[in-house]
């Protein structure tokens, strides 16, 4: 049975494989950088994406020129110590791999055809490296949400005392709750602090108010409209004021489908998750953007610049200059009207009121 970890591998492996089409193999030299290293020799750490930004202009064309060849059941995940290797196979420029073991002699660099023989090494693939840092995305993951509107944070049961006239509790100890419980009755609930409230950057409409999670606990007791709880679990402690909010059941493996959508999207940075203005690489963005326009998770967008407008003489009108790209985002975890993203990429300062596109 595979472990969390190499689910979650592979589930992003599949994701990154599908960001790109395929282009015509003579087009594939130009995808690759001009000091594109012969070889790399995979470290503890790395990521495809990171990988691919040593030897390709443009990360995400790593499938138009990856070309599996290990013998073993695993052929697209990568290990740390595999070999990396640009090779020529019928006249265009590919990546090729090579485990561990079949690699003890490199062959020399200047070398631009080479036929590899990797061999069988048994691996586990919960050690495989990871499309992308998944290190960068964790905290916000496991600790941050989006709920859609003010009003079903303020309607949710609320912590009014934890009794002995104290204004805090941590695990173990008991809190008191007033609201409106489900029939079903949920016995495990997530304590939330409500945090800022996002706002597209163009409409001003509510995107969501960010609900940050201090807390498990499970219920205990419940009489009408008051309950008692008790603390599992913090991450903070939990105060007069913070909300109980059901568990969302979001996980990571969970319908982890890329969809490429046939319409286009454009759309802006609405904020950062650590409320910043701007951020830069493995930054976490908030996208104004959501699943009622199609996005889910792993797919790829590209950030430009806010247009600029510079003028040529005091009495000619300014001209719009041309959006520039200054990096890729990840989207991981969307909601209904947002979603959250990471960069995979940063070429220039990203900013608040950048602009996504769907399509690289």
């Known amino acids: 049975m595979k472990t969390g970890r190499s689910q979650r591998t592979f589930l992003f492996f599949t994701i990154f494989s599908l960001w790109v089409l395929k282009v015509p193999p003579l087009l594939a030299n130009d995808l690759f950088k001009p000091d594109a290293p012969e070889h790399y020799t995979v470290q503890k750490g790395d990521s495809l994406w990171g990988i691919a930004e040593h030897f390709l202009k443009d990360p995400s064309s790593w499938t138009e020129v990856w070309h599996a060849t290990s013998d073993d059941d695993t052929p697209d995940l990568v290990y740390p110590g595999d070999l990396i290797s640009k090779v020529m196979i019928r006249g265009a420029p590919l990546l090729t791999l090579s485990r561990r073991s079949a690699h003890k002699t490199l062959p020399p660099s200047r070398s631009k055809t080479l036929k590899l023989t990797p061999k069988i090494r048994r691996v586990t693939s919960e050690n495989a490296i990871s499309p992308v840092p998944l290190e960068a995305l964790d905290i916000y993951l496991k600790h941050s949400r989006l709920v859609n509107t003010p009003y079903i944070f303020d309607k949710a049961p609320v912590i009014f005392s934890h009794g002995a006239n104290r204004m805090t509790a941590v695990t173990g100890e008991k809190v008191y709750v ?74 990571l493996l969970t319908a982890f489908f890329p969809k490429r959508l046939k319409k286009p999207l454009n ?12 951020t830069g690489l ?28 510079q003028s040529m003489s005091q009495d000619k009108p300014s001209i719009r200059l041309p959006a520039e790209k200054v990096g890729f985002v990840m989207v991981y975890r969307p909601f209904q009207r947002a979603s959250f993203g990471l960069v995979l990429s940063a070429y220039d300062e990203i900013k608040v009121g950048d602009y996504i596109n769907l399509n690289p």
């Open 178 to 251: 007033r609201g409106e419980f489900s029939p079903a009755r949920n016995y495990f609930y997530r304590i939330y602090r409500k945090g800022r409230t996002i706002r597209d950057p163009d409409t001003r409409e509510i995107l969501g108010v960010m609900a940050h999670d201090v807390a498990d606990a499970f219920l205990t007791q419940i009489n009408n409209s008051l309950a008692t709880l008790k603390i599992h679990s913090n991450r903070s402690e939990v105060r007069v004021g913070d909300r109980l909010l059901p568990d969302d059941n979001f996980r």
């Open 267 to 278: 759309g802006k940075i609405a904020a950062t998750l650590n409320g910043a203005k701007t």
């Open 282 to 309: 493995y930054g976490n963005i908030i996208i104004n953007r959501g699943e009622r326009d199609g996005l889910r998770q792993g797919d790829l967008l590209i950030i430009n610049k806010k247009h600029q407008k």
